[in-house]
Each structure stands twice: as structure tokens, then as C-alpha cells.
């Protein structure tokens, strides 16, 4: 599967963004989709996931009641709502699939990177 993430930009602290991630591939709906951040100096790290069918997700404490991850399988698309943003949420953003039931790390698949910046 392939992957494409947009949505990313340059927005004020306490504003949202809405990322997008666009898969490739008529077994979209079967993967677990995630969502990772890397900050600069820093490594990868989990930010959200969310199963199949949408039943289940996930999130980093550092994004709880703040992020929002969902998706259309219809659209082969997962979206990543981010609200109340914060200057440390300044990240690249990826999008991941994982041919699994539930996951939050060792995804099989990565998309490139959205650039995420959150001034104070």
C-alpha cells in the first residue's frame, strides 16, 4: 500500500489542522492506520492509531483529548483532527498502515512526511 499525508502547514498555538493520509490499494480497509510524529533532534514517536473498522483507537497522553483520528474506508483516506495545538507539537507527521488487527508500533508500511508548525 502506499500512502500520501497533507494537511500540514504553519498555524498559531491553540489553533487546528486537519491532517489527510490517502492509501493506495483495494485492501485499505483492512489495515490498522497510525499516525507518528518526529520532532527535530528527536525520535519517531506514536501519536495515534485506529483500527479496521474504526471500533478501536489509540492515542499518545501527550495528544488525549486534543487529537482525533478517524477514517472512510470508502475513501481510503484516515484523517488526523488536531486541536488546541501546542508549539511542541511542532513535527514532521507520517502516516503508517499496519497489516494487523491493532498496533501502535512495527508498522509494515510509511508515507512521507507533513511538516507541522506551531508557534507560540
Known amino acids: 500500500v502506499q500512502l500520501q499525508a497533507s494537511g500540514g502547514g504553519l498555524v498559531q498555538a491553540g489553533g487546528s489542522l486537519r491532517l489527510s493520509c490517502a492509501a493506495s490499494?483495494?485492501?485499505?480497509?483492512?489495515?490498522?492506520m497510525g499516525w507518528f510524529r518526529q520532532a527535530p533532534g528527536k525520535e519517531r514517536e506514536f501519536v495515534a492509531a485506529i483500527s479496521w473498522s474504526g471500533s478501536i483507537t489509540d492515542y499518545a497522553d501527550s495528544v488525549k483529548g486534543r487529537f482525533a483520528i478517524s477514517r472512510d474506508n470508502a475513501k481510503n483516506t484516515v484523517y488526523l483532527q488536531m486541536n488546541s495545538l501546542k508549539p511542541e507539537d511542532t513535527a514532521v507527521y507520517y502516516c503508517?498502515?499496519?497489516?494487523?488487527?491493532?498496533?501502535?508500533?512495527?508498522?509494515?508500511?510509511w508515507g512521507q512526511g507533513t511538516l507541522v508548525t506551531v508557534s507560540s
Open positions: 490499494g483495494r485492501t485499505f480497509s483492512s489495515y490498522t
Open positions: 503508517a498502515a499496519d497489516n494487523s488487527v491493532f498496533s501502535t508500533k512495527g508498522y509494515d508500511y
